[in-house]
């Protein structure tokens, strides 16, 4: 044996092959997840025409198609193309557009959203049968009766505005902490108020309770934020939508020979092929080709538009009928789509800005509230 050699251990071929061929059944086992837009899904019928299509694929494994989010969602085999599943929907008359799934992980939870949604059904159905009791006392119920549905109304009550009073108090609390004021410290005052003067009505067999006026306080204050906070899942939901419409993909020419990269692997000055039925991976110039693009994703633009050569295109664009070949001018975060999808979040938390002069004008507003009550 030659020194310095380490000897090598001799197995038979099929042992040899054996931890390939375990490589290659787990890719196999692995499925491709794929995302594709929606934009002229309007109904269940299309839901079902769409699905129904695309788990009749052999490669597909399951298909989900989301109408709220005007989005597909395709578990398929790794051997499955996202530009087939394209092809696929749009054969079944419907538009489609690949999208990053990696862009839109953010958006696939929302519990705030759902947290607040809970509180407000709670607040809402207890609210609606205290007011009915309520009806009761306003029609005459005296004495015994009266007291009656009031003990009835604040065994409602009180669970109720603890469960669905949460993010107000939560709020208040955090802020009396730190020795500043907001504006769910008199929403809570209110609130808690309210429930005491009730209970102390209540107890001394008084004509007037407040539980129905608590419990609507907190659904409408409750409705109210609720809507605040899907308006800013929306605007959150369409910067990430318009980040996702990146081409993950691309193909690149050098020297006339065609290439599949990543997108991240595009530099300034990159020649891309862009075949009919693609979307634009960057920001760029056309040196070669004629053909159409659908710019309505981006600007809203309804008909197609000509591109010839030396044409600047943007990213997000698809090209409709004609190969074309783009010089890349702007690539990643510095394409136009980039810039909307900056623009929309930027939009978003210039309207978080604006909630928060409720909560400086608070600290004038609250004092001054709070000591005209007790001046009262």
């Not at 369409?238 to 997108?263: D, F, K, Y």
């Not at 001018?329 to 939009?347: E, F, K, Q």
Request: glycine fraction near 8%; charged fraction near 20%; hydrophobic fraction near 45%.
């Amino acid at each position: 044996m030659t020194a310095g050699v380490r000897p090598s251990i001799s197995a038979c071929p099929a042992c040899a092959a054996a931890p390939a061929a375990e490589d290659l059944a787990e890719r196999a086992l692995k499925p491709s997840q794929i995302a594709l837009s929606l934009p002229t899904i309007h109904c269940s019928a299309c839901i079902s025409k769409i699905e129904r299509g695309l788990n009749a694929h052999p490669g597909v494994r399951s298909a989900r198609v989301n109408l709220t989010l005007k989005r597909a969602s395709i578990d398929a085999a790794p051997e499955v193309s996202a530009e087939e599943m394209r092809s696929l929907v749009e054969g079944l008359g419907f538009e489609a557009h690949e999208l990053d799934g990696a862009s839109l992980g953010a958006t696939s939870t929302d519990r705030a959203g759902r947290d607040l949604l809970m509180r407000l059904a709670v607040a809402g159905f207890a609210s609606m049968n205290v007011m009915l009791l309520s009806v009761s006392v306003w029609s005459g119920a005296t004495d015994a009766t009266r007291d009656m549905f009031h003990w009835i109304s604040a065994a409602i009550t009180l669970p109720a505005i603890a469960f669905s009073g949460q993010p107000f108090f939560r709020n208040a609390r955090a802020a009396l902490s730190k020795g500043r004021l907001n504006m769910d410290v008199p929403i809570t005052l209110a609130i808690v108020l309210a429930i005491f003067t009730s209970l102390w009505e209540t107890v001394l067999s008084g004509e007037h309770a407040y539980f129905d006026a608590a419990l609507a306080l907190t659904f409408f204050l409750l409705a109210g934020r609720y809507l605040d906070h899907r308006t800013r899942a929306i605007a959150r939901s369409a910067a990430e939508e318009l980040t996702a419409l990146e081409v993950p993909r691309a193909t690149r020419l050098r020297e006339g020979v065609e290439a599949q990269v990543n997108i991240a692997e595009l530099r300034v000055g990159d020649l891309i092929l862009v075949r009919p039925g693609g979307r634009m991976p960057v920001d760029g110039e056309i040196v070669q080709g004629t053909s159409e693009l659908d710019r309505s994703l981006l600007t809203g633009e309804t008909l197609p538009v000509f591109a010839g050569e030396g044409q600047a295109v943007s990213a997000g664009e698809v090209n409709l009928t004609g190969p074309l070949t783009i010089r890349a001018t702007a690539v990643g975060a510095d394409t136009s789509l980039h810039r909307m999808a900056g623009l929309v979040a930027i939009a978003e938390s210039g309207r978080s800005r604006y909630t928060s002069l409720a909560d400086k004008a608070a600290k004038l507003y609250a004092p001054g509230v709070h000591i005209l009550s007790a001046l009262s």
